[in-house]
């Protein structure tokens, strides 16, 4: 028997397109959010859906929207602010749960802490189950599939395309702005590292024209090594800052330097919160359909030749991390997680049923060039 699905942050941006995606796939999530006039009037505009009041404020409020055998969504941002009470309930109840985090801190944070306990509890964790960070792990998967054992290298680029002009969400903003903060790491020499964010650079051919994209610690590091042993390196780059890649490198590195120095992180910490505050809105619908998604992935030997090269390409983040998180959670409530403990995506749900999900939610494999 299917369990319920609770979508925790149900009131927020990325939570209301999650809700609307669930609701579209004929499901009936319990939306759950601190605002209990906002959760009344949305599950009535989506069909009399039920709701359930929980804050991160008050922990006990939320291990009670699950039980074993639930399915706990949590939208609420920034994660290392406000995810933990989410992650905690999880664990308790022994419910299987997903996030729409894309911060390197907590991802690491549910693999290494909650993920032993997750599997001491029998549930499934599948962290930054988004845009941030399920493509390059689809398409990174699906290319080192194709080039076989000899592959050790993997390197993936996240590219926008059309105009992105209308900038990120509310919650994206802040889980941005934490991020530069804290350390970040990569899969290097066969081991996680720890580095800063955008010590590399790369540039990728997207649409016939080099791009460029800075390294950030994702959801990859973890997740593909699993998958494929004989990886040695795992590089993930974003390339939405195009010709700012360099200066926000140099800034990286500055930032770096002066955060060792006591005081200073609390410091910047500080003034982020008050500039950047939370669940504040994002593009519309008409906004969003103006851009798009490519996200490449190249599997390399040892000596650094090319084995393959896969791309997926598609919908705007914001619309691909509704659908794939509703995706997720009716995979998952139907018996569909593959294991218990932290998991990657291609490890939840099984490569090619995760390719299906994510053609579902809007971004797909493109053919190879002729």
Same mark, same amino acid.
């Given at each position: ?45 989506? *069909? ?22 639930? =399915? ?23 419910? %299987?749960?997903?996030?729409?985090? *894309? ?19 029998? &549930? ?23 080039? *076989? ?25 802040? $889980? ?29 051919? /997207? ?13 990859? %590091? ?11 390196? =795992?590089? /993930? ?23 060792? =120095? ?10 982020? $919160? ?18 798009? $998604?490519?996200?490449?992935? /190249?599997? &390399? ?56 999900? &994510? ?12």
């Amino acid at each position: 028997m299917a369990g319920r699905i609770v979508l925790f942050g149900a009131t927020g941006y990325t939570g209301r397109l999650t809700a609307e995606a669930m609701v579209q796939r004929g499901l009936r999530p319990v939306l759950a959010a601190r605002n209990v006039e906002r959760l009344r009037t949305m599950g009535d505009e989506l *069909g009399g859906l039920e709701i359930a009041v929980a804050d991160v404020s008050s922990p006990d409020s939320v291990q009670s929207l699950v039980e074993r055998g639930d =399915v706990l969504l949590s939208t609420v941002g920034p994660f290392a602010r406000y995810g933990e009470p989410a992650a905690e309930a999880s664990v308790l109840a022994g419910a %299987h749960y997903l996030d729409s985090t *894309g911060e390197p801190a907590f991802i690491r944070r549910v693999f290494e802490e909650y993920g032993p306990r997750a599997e001491s509890a029998g &549930c499934g964790m599948v962290t930054a189950f988004g845009y941030d960070w399920v493509p390059g792990n689809l398409a990174g998967a699906l290319a080192l599939r194709e080039a *076989g054992d000899e592959a050790t290298r993997v390197a993936i680029g996240y590219f926008f395309t059309g105009d992105p002009g209308g900038g990120a969400s509310g919650g994206t903003s802040a $889980s941005s702005a934490g991020a530069m903060l804290e350390p970040m790491f990569a899969w290097r020499d066969g081991a996680l590292r720890i580095e800063r964010g955008a010590k590399r650079i790369a540039s990728f051919d /997207v649409g016939g024209r080099r791009r460029q994209g800075i390294s950030i610690g994702a959801s990859e %590091h973890f997740a593909l090594p699993r998958l494929y042993p004989s990886l040695r390196d =795992v590089d /993930v780059y974003l390339g939405w800052f195009g010709p700012l890649s360099r200066p926000f490198q140099a800034m990286s590195a500055g930032m770096a330097v002066a955060t060792l =120095v006591p005081g200073v992180k609390a410091g910047f910490e500080a003034v982020a $919160s008050r500039l950047v505050k939370g669940s504040t809105g994002g593009p519309d619908a008409a906004t969003r359909a103006k851009s798009g $998604s490519h996200i490449v992935a /190249v599997a &390399c030997d040892s000596n650094g030749r090319r084995l393959a090269e896969v791309r997926v390409a598609g919908a705007n983040g914001y619309d691909f991390t509704g659908a794939i998180l509703a995706w997720g959670a009716e995979t998952a409530a139907a018996g569909g997680m593959r294991g218990a403990g932290a998991l990657g995506p291609a490890e939840a749900f099984g490569l090619d049923e995760l390719e299906a999900g &994510c053609r579902e939610a809007g971004i797909e494999r493109l053919p190879a060039a002729g």
